[in-house]
């Protein structure tokens, strides 16, 4: 028994340093002058230590605003994410209301649309009101989306109905008893959720890509890989590893932060304790 569970924690640590090399590699390579990597880019130390690959980053183009767009994107669609998902499954599971399983089904077989066959009808619905190339039309389709009900109404049910209907017998109404008894009880499926969501949208690429077409709305995933057309930059290796550093440093943050949290949450949300 004893063996085994060494062999565990040894094979847990080789993946973890398998997982976590080409992380540390793209550090190094972001801290090595251009000039060295062209001759070798396989050192697993720096060569020779710079920081100029990351101020060239930040002087070239419109960094700092697709930085600023990121956070702005990301931020709006988490906070309405947590909010939206969390009354839907507050109903879906508290409430007695017509038609509610239908509803519910309907919402998670979302779950087997690909996302890239809603963009032409999102394209369309967002031209007609002349939306692209705002905030709006960068976070809003990720509000949407049925992962975060079905995790809500997992957590949920978990939660004793005796809770609600006691503060129903005290004169609750379903907003107060939504916002000061249930809403601080999800803390933990509400955490899982806001990282999932965060980190799916800091990294979307393919709806900013259709939505915004001037430079200045780019977010920071199109911005990098927009200057991938530009030959110096697509040929630097330690350019382009200092923005795959600064694209990825904010999610690796949140993750550092937030890691017990999160694991809480996907364990109540998956039914375990």
């Not at 767009?69 to 709006?76: E, G, K, L, M, R």
């Not at 066959?117 to 692209?132: D, E, K, R, V």
């Not at 923005?243 to 690796?252: D, E, H, K, M, T």
């Amino acid at each position: 028994m004893r063996v085994s569970k060494h062999l565990t924690v040894v094979l847990l640590i080789v993946l973890s340093v398998l997982f976590a090399l080409p992380l540390y590699w793209m550090l190094v390579m972001s801290l090595t002058p251009n000039d060295l990597l062209k001759l070798s880019s396989t050192a697993l130390w720096p060569q020779a230590f710079t920081v100029d690959n990351f101020l060239g980053v930040f002087r070239a183009g419109l960094m700092m605003r697709w930085f600023i767009n990121s956070i702005i994107v990301t931020a709006a669609a988490t906070l309405l994410t947590l909010l939206f998902h969390s009354m839907a499954g507050y109903a879906f599971t508290k409430m007695r209301f017509w038609g509610k399983r239908f509803l519910f089904s309907f919402s998670i077989a979302g779950l087997m649309v690909p996302k890239e066959a809603l963009f032409i009808p999102l394209f369309l619905l967002f031209s007609n009101f002349s939306a692209h190339n705002t905030y709006l039309a960068l976070y809003l389709p990720r509000v949407a989306a049925p992962l975060g009900v079905f995790i809500m109404v997992q957590f949920f049910r978990g939660i004793p109905d005796s809770i609600s209907e006691a503060a129903e017998i005290d004169g609750a109404s379903e907003y107060r008893t939504f916002f000061q008894i249930i809403l601080p009880i999800s803390l933990p499926a509400m955490t899982s959720l806001g990282i999932f969501t965060f980190v799916l949208t800091w990294n979307d690429y393919l709806w900013p890509l259709v939505s915004a077409t001037r430079k200045e709305m780019f977010t920071l995933t199109t911005g990098l890989a927009s200057m991938q057309g530009n030959f110096a930059q697509a040929t630097e290796l330690g350019s382009l590893m200092a923005r795959g550093v600064i694209a990825s440093l904010p999610l690796l943050i949140l993750f550092l932060l937030f890691q017990k949290n999160l694991i809480r949450g996907i364990s109540i949300s998956s039914g375990g304790k």
